[in-house]
């Protein structure tokens, strides 16, 4: 079994966020940048599905911190890490084709990405790819097992609301959480794996068809008058009787 599984640096949320100049994007400068939450659970999902043998491949595109991304996934179990490099644009449609670029071979059985990222929350990368590949895609799912070329996968809808389907191989699967937390990998650990591990490079085009919705404007929430506390009933029907309504 090999299972490619797809990861992606994101902005820090914790973070205070600014508009760039070109009113477009974000600051970045002064940004920090950590892996997407859920592609983590994708990461987790495809180690709790391997055993002795098995294949795990992680695969990011090229960006600040993505080396220690991807050493990290290698602390964590995966086999090998593969940073995508070349002209790549941004946004679902341009990374889908790159990934898609990446992947095109067919050497891998599954394809793990995250249901979405939290700095956009499109949730088109795993159906992009999946058209991409020529490949089916389920997305939102909690929970895979894996037998003679089908899995069985669950998928969760709004509301709570589960169903569970069968896909046969190779297939493309959106995660929305592992069957459990994310595994912790020690500082040490990656720093270890630092020194011994190398991780390949892959030069990689997204040029080409694909593509989605451009960004023409982004700005923060327009701040408003604000709310003033009252501190007793009294005061409250004294804005009232002030607004004609009592």
Same mark, same amino acid.
């Not at 912790?184 to 630092?194: D, L």
């Not at 591990?197 to 997204?206: M, R």
């Given at each position: 079994?090999?299972?490619?599984? !797809? #990861?992606?640096?994101?902005? =820090? @949320?914790?973070?205070? @966020?600014?508009?760039?100049?070109?009113?477009?994007?974000?600051?970045?400068?002064?940004?920090?940048?950590?892996?997407?939450?859920?592609? =983590?659970?994708?990461?987790?999902?495809?180690? #709790?599905?391997?055993?002795?043998?098995? =294949?795990?491949?992680?695969?990011? @595109?090229?960006?600040?911190?993505?080396?220690? @991304?991807?050493?990290?996934?290698?602390?964590?179990?995966?086999?090998?890490?593969?940073?995508?490099?070349?002209?790549?644009?941004?946004?679902?449609?341009?990374?889908?084709?790159?990934?898609?670029?990446?992947?095109?071979?067919?050497?891998?059985? #599954?394809? !793990?990405?995250?249901?979405?990222?939290?700095?956009?929350?499109?949730?088109?990368?795993?159906?992009? #790819?999946?058209?991409? !590949?020529?490949?089916?895609?389920?997305?939102?799912?909690?929970?895979?097992?894996?037998?003679?070329?089908?899995?069985?996968?669950?998928?969760?809808?709004?509301?709570?609301?589960?169903?569970?389907?069968?896909?046969?191989?190779?297939?493309?699967?959106?995660?929305?959480?592992?069957?459990?937390?994310?595994?912790?990998?020690?500082?040490?650990?990656?720093?270890?794996?630092?020194?011994?591990?190398?991780?390949?490079?892959?030069?990689?085009?997204?040029?080409?068809?694909?593509?989605?919705?451009?960004?023409?404007?982004?700005?923060?929430?327009?701040?408003?008058?604000?709310?003033?506390?009252?501190?007793?009933?009294?005061?409250?029907?004294?804005?009232?009787?002030?607004?004609?309504?009592?």
């Amino acid at each position: 079994m090999k299972i490619a599984v !797809l #990861l992606k640096m994101v902005p =820090d @949320l914790v973070e205070e @966020l600014e508009v760039d100049a070109s009113g477009k994007a974000l600051d970045t400068e002064e940004l920090k940048f950590k892996l997407n939450e859920f592609d =983590d659970h994708a990461l987790e999902e495809a180690l #709790l599905l391997t055993s002795e043998g098995d =294949d795990v491949v992680a695969f990011a @595109l090229d960006g600040d911190g993505v080396e220690k @991304l991807l050493f990290t996934a290698l602390a964590k179990g995966a086999s090998r890490g593969v940073k995508l490099t070349g002209t790549q644009s941004h946004g679902s449609g341009g990374q889908a084709a790159a990934f898609g670029a990446a992947l095109s071979d067919g050497e891998f059985d #599954l394809i !793990l990405t995250g249901v979405q990222s939290v700095d956009d929350r499109e949730g088109q990368l795993g159906p992009l #790819l999946a058209a991409h !590949l020529g490949l089916p895609c389920i997305s939102v799912v909690t929970g895979i097992s894996l037998d003679a070329g089908v899995a069985t996968v669950n998928k969760e809808y709004s509301g709570g609301v589960m169903a569970e389907f069968e896909v046969e191989l190779p297939a493309v699967l959106g995660i929305q959480a592992a069957r459990q937390p994310p595994r912790y990998a020690p500082v040490s650990k990656v720093r270890q794996i630092q020194q011994s591990a190398t991780l390949e490079e892959l030069v990689v085009d997204s040029a080409g068809p694909g593509a989605g919705s451009e960004v023409i404007a982004m700005a923060p929430p327009e701040t408003g008058e604000g709310a003033k506390m009252l501190d007793n009933a009294t005061a409250l029907l004294e804005v009232l009787r002030a607004e004609g309504v009592a």
